[in-house]
């Protein structure tokens, strides 16, 4: 309970870490995914007018959400706290787009939610390199990760829901978009020694690293054709499952 706040770098004793399909993160897996369905079938239920105010509040939470790490950093963090508070990380960037898709209501910011919203909150639920071992399982930072991917989740359910995103003009512009992100953040990491969006010189993800030895100085090109796959292959399975949550929820 001591360190239910403390970053990572200043944890002397670690207890009850929070390992990868450890048991804690099994048990945060089936909360997470618990409360994503419960959320998703009361929006399903309520009518239009109480659905628009659903939205907004979560728009408010990602805001409120993102404050409060920021506040955390700066409470916390003596580690290269610029570096830190800087919003390069895809998750970070994730939240203010979720969050200008929802009180805009530009179909260009929901897209990005849905498909990168749901790929990131889902793979990062599932391989939480930024907590693992690092943390307890009951900590702040583990709690919020969990929180906040989860919430990635949910927004991307309820767009599919309700909107029909999927167009090859949006999806070329997506691409063309998150490659610019990630083309900037690899030559920020470059510069600074950071892991911004995992792109790192070298990368401290094991697979991503193998690629990056393999690949020299085409490491880019591999970042760019793993994004144009991406979304080759998740917007046909998204259209499935739009009709699929479409026909079930009605």
């Known amino acids: 309970m ?5 970053y990572y770098t200043d944890i002397k004793d670690l207890h009850m870490p929070f390992q990868t399909f450890g048991i804690y993160h099994i048990l945060f897996l089936a909360l ?3 409360a994503v369905f419960l959320l998703y079938k009361y929006y399903s239920g309520i009518s239009s007018k109480k659905r628009n105010s659903f939205l907004k509040g979560l728009g408010f939470y990602f805001l409120i959400e993102e404050s409060i790490y920021t506040l955390w950093l700066l409470w916390k963090c003596h580690d290269h706290l610029i570096l830190q508070l800087l919003p390069l990380e895809l998750c970070s960037i994730t939240v203010y787009i979720n969050a200008l898709g929802i009180f805009t209501k530009k179909d260009y910011f929901r897209y990005f939610s849905c498909v990168i919203g749901l790929f990131a909150g889902g793979i990062a639920m599932l391989y939480p390199a930024n907590i693992d071992g690092l943390y307890s399982a009951f900590s702040y930072r583990t709690i919020n990760f969990y929180m906040l991917h989860g919430s990635f989740v949910l927004l991307a359910l309820l767009y599919l829901k309700d909107f029909s995103l999927f167009t ?3 999806m070329i512009r ?3 978009i998150v490659c610019c992100m990630f083309t900037f953040a690899y030559f920020v990491n470059k510069a600074c020694g950071t892991q911004y969006m995992f792109v790192g010189s070298p990368p401290s993800i094991g697979v991503i690293r193998s690629i990056y030895e393999i690949s020299g100085p085409f490491f880019l090109l591999w970042v760019y054709g793993a994004m144009v796959l991406l979304h080759v292959l998740e917007v046909p399975l998204l ?3 739009q009709s699929k949550l479409n026909s079930r929820y009605v």
């Open 168 to 170: 090859r003009k949006a």
């Open 239 to 241: 259209k499935k499952l």
């Open 2 to 6: 001591n360190d239910f706040f403390t």
């Open 174 to 176: 997506n691409i063309f």
């Open 32 to 34: 997470t995914f618990g």
